[in-house]
């Protein structure tokens, strides 16, 4: 291929945009092969033609491999393990108090992660542990920071929903997989310092990118999803 990527050698390559959604996962463990400059290059162009608001294409993406992706895990993990600082997210995730139906979604993919990776409940611990590895962006060969403009409001931080979602999509045209990860946005700091990014920049999120380790038991987790009965109304079908 012109990219540079080659075929995945296990096979594992969406060959149609139902495949790459339908395929499209949480993967929490990577395999140390390489992924080429160029294959990167070619998923954030990709990505890039999603829509935004007036073509405003509020994403930046800072790309990480290598001893400058190693530096930033290092400086991050190390805040993370004393609380120095942070978290010190900058924007708000999740409600202060969950409720029916996020409350019982939320806890059963943490007992069904945790489950398989033999953490026990009330393992603080482990918990810890497993958190960290957001840090190392799972052992992932390419690491992505996005951040956005702290002037732009929620419609730009929509678009930019889309703009991650094609990401992760363009991803599995060369049998590559990806974690999403608000973790990186607890520590804003310790990132722009890492890497040179102004104030007026939003840590969004990282991304893992790479090749899954089949072989890592928490990669054989399979999240739910509630029918479409639902969530999903439809009108007008059954009119005359």
């Excluded at 294959?39 to 162009?45: G, H, N």
Aim: hydrophobic share 40%; proline share 7%; aromatic share 10%.
């Amino acid at each position: 291929m012109a990219d540079g990527e080659g075929p995945s050698a296990d096979g594992d390559r969406a060959g149609t945009p139902l495949e790459a959604i339908e395929s499209r996962r949480s993967v929490r463990a990577f395999l140390p092969r390489p992924v080429p400059r160029a294959t990167v290059e070619r998923i954030l162009e990709a990505a890039a033609r999603a829509p935004s608001g007036t073509n405003m294409q509020p994403w930046r993406v800072h790309a990480l491999t290598g001893a400058v992706k190693q530096r930033l895990c290092d400086a991050v993990l190390h805040a993370f393990e004393h609380n120095e600082p942070g978290p010190e997210m900058e924007y708000k995730y999740y409600p202060d108090e969950f409720f029916e139906p996020y409350r019982s979604r939320r806890k059963d993919i943490g007992i069904g992660l945790y489950g398989l990776l033999g953490i026990a409940k009330g393992d603080m611990a482990a918990m810890h542990r497993q958190h960290g590895r957001n840090y190392l962006f799972f052992d992932a060969p390419v690491g992505l920071i996005c951040t956005i403009d702290r002037r732009l409001e929620i419609g730009s931080w929509l678009d930019y929903g889309c703009f991650l979602q094609n990401i992760m999509l363009a991803a599995r045209q060369f049998g590559l997989h990806t974690c999403p990860q608000a973790a990186w946005a607890a520590f804003p700091t310790v990132v722009r310092r890492e890497l040179g990014i102004d104030e007026g920049q939003v840590v969004v999120c990282g991304i893992a990118l790479g090749h899954e380790d089949k072989a890592a038991p928490e990669n054989t987790l399979r999240s739910a999803r509630a029918p479409l009965a639902d969530w999903a109304r439809f009108d007008g079908w059954d009119a005359g």
